[in-house]
């Protein structure tokens, strides 16, 4: 069956049994399949189906595993396979030649310009749905908001990016990172020595391991990244309480993930570049001093401890520094 009678289709079963087009409502059939293909699986259709699986008209949802057209068209959504992208129909493909949309090009207040996924479909149309209902609130609840980019860009990005060969950055890489989500997922498949593996128990099992990933994630920004932005508010209003320079803020007790809220408040406080240091203490009362970086995920620093400092550890620290009580400054 070609992709546009695949659309006659499914448009004619819609409007037979009442379905809403509208993929941001909820259908009026309780879901009971998940289309995507059979053979080998990747991160994407296995991340797409876990999420999809999160919401409650495909909670109990089977995959069914296949290339052939007439099982698909049995479906209730398909992710993955049967070569047209249309949301109204429930289909959530991205391999074909005409595809090219990205997270912004869907809507234009999204920064990302990658090529999507099917991970990547599935989440713009029902990742804010997903959050919600890991999060147990309502989807216009405005964490759901803030970590519907954040989730994207820490995780549907690389999967989006790896599985259309994207490539991480210009040029030859200094090292490979080959212990990825994308990576742990492709081990999960059959060796190409190995008979006799039921590989829709694998698939599951790729499932379990994606989900417990996404649902990590969701949790910790949740639960621990955004709650800290108060903190590190608080810090830079009282910084001068630290030092007259305003160069250095404390969080006191308040180890916490401080980089990213502490880089976008400057820019929120028109005082972009003004800190350098940022104290707090670790599980152990110690206090750590670290450095601000250029900007996220930079090992370059604004301004850096002492390069004479570097590599030594107590008595040698103290005494090289003048400071008593020391306990070592990184070799880097």
């Given at each position: 069956m070609t992709a546009l009678l695949q659309q006659k289709s499914r448009l004619w079963k819609m409007a037979n049994v009442g379905m809403s087009t509208n993929s941001n409502k909820l259908?009026?059939?309780?879901?009971?399949?998940?289309?995507?293909?059979?053979?080998?699986?990747?991160?994407?259709?296995?991340?797409?189906?876990?999420?999809?699986?999160?919401?409650?008209?495909?909670?109990?949802?089977?995959?069914?595993?296949?290339?052939?057209?007439?099982?698909?068209?049995?479906?209730?959504?398909?992710?993955?396979?049967?070569?047209?992208?249309?949301?109204?129909?429930?289909?959530?493909?991205?391999?074909?030649?005409?595809?090219?949309?990205?997270?912004?090009?869907?809507?234009?207040?999204?920064?990302?310009?990658?090529?999507?996924?099917?991970?990547?479909?599935?989440?713009?149309?029902?990742?804010?749905?997903?959050?919600?209902?890991?999060?147990?609130?309502?989807?216009?609840?405005?964490?759901?908001?803030?970590?519907?980019?954040?989730?994207?860009?820490?995780?549907?990005?690389?999967?989006?990016?790896?599985?259309?060969?994207?490539?991480?950055?210009?040029?030859?890489?200094?090292?490979?990172?080959?212990?990825?989500?994308?990576?742990?997922?492709?081990?999960?498949?059959?060796?190409?020595?190995?008979?006799?593996?039921?590989?829709?128990?694998r698939f599951e099992k790729a499932m379990s391991l994606i989900g417990a990933e996404f649902s990590e994630c969701v949790d910790f920004y949740s639960k621990s990244w955004w709650p800290a932005r108060e903190l590190v508010l608080d810090a830079i209003n009282k910084r001068k309480e630290v030092d007259e320079s305003g160069a250095i803020v404390s969080l006191g007790d308040g180890h916490c993930p401080w980089t990213e809220h502490l880089l976008n408040l400057e820019e929120e406080l028109h005082c972009v570049g003004e800190i350098k240091f940022c104290l707090f203490t670790d599980q152990n009362k110690t206090w750590i001093v670290k450095c601000v970086p250029v900007h996220k995920g930079s090992f370059a620093n604004r301004l850096s401890l002492l390069s004479a400092w570097c590599g030594l550890e107590k008595d040698e620290l103290s005494a090289k520094s003048g400071i008593p009580h020391c306990k070592f400054v990184h070799a880097n």
């Open positions: 259908p009026c059939l309780d879901k009971k399949k998940i289309g995507t293909h059979n053979g080998t699986f990747h991160c994407d259709e296995v991340l797409a189906c876990y999420m999809l699986r999160q919401l409650p008209e495909y909670k109990d949802a089977e995959v069914v595993r296949t290339r052939d057209p007439a099982v698909l068209e049995e479906c209730d959504i398909v992710v993955d396979v049967g070569g047209v992208y249309d949301a109204a129909m429930h289909m959530y493909d991205h391999h074909q030649r005409t595809f090219g949309d990205t997270m912004n090009s869907l809507n234009s207040s999204h920064k990302w310009t990658t090529k999507l996924s099917s991970a990547g479909l599935v989440y713009f149309h029902f990742g804010r749905r997903v959050i919600a209902e890991l999060l147990q609130c309502g989807p216009d609840d405005k964490l759901v908001t803030i970590l519907y980019d954040k989730v994207y860009e820490s995780i549907l990005l690389e999967v989006d990016a790896i599985d259309n060969g994207v490539n991480i950055c210009e040029g030859t890489p200094n090292y490979k990172i080959l212990t990825g989500l994308s990576s742990r997922v492709g081990h999960l498949n059959p060796k190409w020595n190995e008979d006799g593996v039921d590989i829709q128990t």
